[in-house]
């Protein structure tokens, strides 16, 4: 673990968030703040490594297929329409492959390990609650599905508000419901593969940025 302390990058977390959502809804600066969102992004990534624990090889291979799916995924949907829709993506995200900013497939990799990241802690607590073992399938069924949910869910949340900075825009304005089939479809098999390389380092930092960011799209939904 590069960060011993985890109450660094927490605090890293939090203030490049707060800041984000004070600039972008009391300050002029609206659109500095907004133009420099790839660079928390890939803060955000490094200081997701950096937490981990141990970097281990199932890690390295997570991130390297969560990338590659995300990326192809997405560019399937934006040069067919047939995966999440008819959508294009801004300039805000930076450098494109085939229309979609390379940040995009980094991006999946956060919200999916994240998500995976807490569905894995909460069903250790609520185990500890049984007294009776819990069929293995069982629990990994629930990360994967949960996991899925949670992450559409997250996408449900960041969808108005990335419309509304520029980071993408849907054809006719309206999202349909094929993006969040897909987002569920997608995430539940990235999961499903999280299962199977079987990370064992801790991340707790991992669930702490999943808040902090719902947090941060929450406040931007609800005031922007």
Known sequence: MLYKKPAIPL???ILFHFMGVLGILLT???DWFIANTPLTLILMGILLAASQEKIEKGFVLFFLLAFVTGMVTEMIG???GILFGDYVYGTVMGPKLFGVPFLIGMNWFVIVFCCGSLMHRLNKVMLAKYEAPIPVAIIKWS???DGAVLATFFDWLMEPVAIKLGFWSWEGGTIPMLNYACWFG???VLLAV???LKIKAQNHFAIHLLIIQALFFLSL???L
Do not use: D
Request: glycine fraction near 0%.
């Open 78 to 80: 934006v040069n067919t």
């Open 11 to 13: 605090f890293i977390a």
């Open 221 to 223: 939904r609800i005031f």
């Open 186 to 188: 997608i995430s539940a």
């Open 143 to 145: 990360v994967i599905i």
């Open 28 to 30: 002029p600066y609206r």
């Open 194 to 196: 999280q299962q199977q």
